[in-house]
């Protein structure tokens, strides 16, 4: 399977994997794209099944996206990985890699990036063309052999003077071969992404999911820049939080503490969907600086603890320590923790008179009711979660699709875009 993505791997994947995928390939793209030496990624591996799943989904993810930045971002950071991968291959590496997409060139419908494509390669696939290119002492000036194609097939070069044209053919030196490469990748990425079939996406419950997440990481939100949560403005978004995180906000505001774990986990939380590191120290200083209600254990106090608090919260945001970029928890991890002073999982830790009072189930229908205790007595809490998600924003939404790998973050980000 080339790395060219002339197409796309077929077969079955769970949606986890998919997930993960997606969130490591952007992870790497991203290291790319600031300039510094990529890590191992296993997902990234040259023309992998992984490498090539990974490619297709984020063009659609693009066409779906509708924001320049981030379709610019990963047409850059692709034609990047590519230009990489090109200029490190060997003279054997280059034959295998052009015999591989002439495999695949011959199966496809003509189009009108594979013409020129179809000439490079079937010179690249030669031993000694392959070598005279790899050999270190070839230069960008060298002219040894010359292949011609049509002057639209290289308007770049055109544009820039770097080709002779004659009658309408451009001669292309093999000098500026590896760099005609380049450029054949991104047209065929950007064909790829806007002829990407947004209407067999935009109701798909796996493609909206994994779409959701890669908004958070890039702060794409709906005509406007990415939403900021403010200290003081976190009591009016709770409408949109999920059971557990509502949960420990009106534990915290009842008590102005919460366990070390509790505390992290709503931290992150709070910083997933939004809230920057000045907001986050302000937001938990207005409430340490408190005197403790009831019967918390915690016995610590903003004025004697400001520094270590201040460490801990930039910590957390990968600014201090190891400087780790921590996320926070999806549902599945909430609802395996041990039961803590606060409570987990409203679904799993609470007996049903608790749970109707947090919830405020008082609201919701007898049937939709019966349906929540339901799934609580056959311990799929997430499933009863999306039920009073699905109450809240008036929205079907497919529950069998959507527990796996389901967190409070993205619970936030449906309620808050529906």
């Given at each position: 399977?080339s790395y060219?993505y002339?197409?796309?791997a077929?077969?079955?994947?769970p ?19 600031r ?10 591996i ?5 490498d090539?799943?990974?490619?297709f ?50 199966k496809?419908?003509?189009?009108s ?12 696939s030669?031993?000694s ?14 002219a ?11 308007l770049?070069?055109?544009a ?18 590896k760099?005609y490469?380049v450029?054949?990748?991104k047209s065929?990425?950007l ?32 005509g ?5 949560l ?15 995180m ?11 503490r ?25 937001f ?7 005197v ?10 903003w ?11 930039k910590?957390m945001?990968?600014?201090?320590g190891g ?24 679904f799993?830790s ?7 009072q947090?919830l405020?189930?008082?609201k919701?229908s ?12 056959k ?6 979660c999306?039920?009073s ?19 409070p ?9 529906n």
């Amino acid at each position: 399977m080339s790395y060219f993505y002339l197409k796309p791997a077929k077969g079955d994947m769970p949606i986890h994997l998919l997930e993960e995928i997606i969130l490591k390939r952007l992870e790497y793209l991203k290291v790319l794209s600031r300039g510094d030496s990529p890590f191992y990624n296993e997902y990234v591996i040259e023309g992998s099944v992984h490498d090539n799943v990974g490619h297709f989904v984020l063009c659609i993810l693009s066409a779906l996206a509708k924001s320049t930045e981030f379709t610019q971002f990963f047409l850059n950071a692709e034609v990047m990985l590519f230009r990489q991968r090109i200029f490190s291959l060997s003279a054997y590496d280059l034959r295998c890699f052009a015999k591989k997409l002439l495999h695949s060139i011959r199966k496809l419908d003509s189009v009108s990036v594979t013409e020129p494509l179809l000439t490079l390669c079937t010179c690249l696939s030669l031993k000694s063309i392959a070598s005279h290119i790899c050999c270190p002492s070839h230069d960008d000036d060298c002219a040894y052999y010359n292949i011609k194609v049509y002057f639209t097939h290289c308007l770049s070069f055109v544009a820039q003077r770097q080709v002779e044209v004659c009658k309408g053919i451009a001669t292309i030196p093999c000098g500026k071969w590896k760099k005609y490469l380049v450029s054949l990748f991104k047209s065929s990425l950007l064909l790829r992404i806007s002829q990407s079939k947004q209407y067999l996406y935009e109701k798909d419950p796996r493609m909206i999911e994994i779409l959701l997440i890669v908004k958070k990481i890039f702060r794409i939100e709906k005509g406007s820049d990415m939403k900021i949560l403010r200290s003081k403005e976190v009591d009016k978004s709770v409408q949109y939080f999920p059971p557990c995180m509502l949960n420990l906000h009106q534990h915290l505001r009842k008590t102005h503490r919460l366990s070390h774990d509790q505390r992290f986990y709503y931290s992150l939380f709070l910083k997933d969907i939004g809230m920057p590191v000045e907001e986050a120290i302000e937001f938990w200083k207005a409430e340490y600086c408190q005197v403790p209600t009831g019967r918390h254990k915690c016995t610590h106090h903003w004025e004697k603890d400001e520094k270590k608090f201040i460490y801990g919260i930039k910590h957390m945001y990968g600014l201090e320590g190891g400087r780790k970029q921590y996320s926070s928890l999806n549902c599945t991890r909430i609802q395996n923790m041990e039961t803590c002073q606060e409570g987990g999982c409203p679904f799993k830790s609470f007996d049903n008179e608790n749970m109707f009072q947090t919830l405020q189930l008082q609201k919701y229908s007898e049937p939709l009711l019966s349906q929540i205790f339901n799934f609580k007595e056959k311990k799929l809490y997430t499933s009863a979660c999306l039920l009073s998600l699905q109450y809240h924003t008036k929205t079907e939404i497919n529950c069998d699709n959507m527990t796996i790998n389901f967190s409070p973050v993205k619970y936030f980000t449906l309620a808050y875009e529906n």
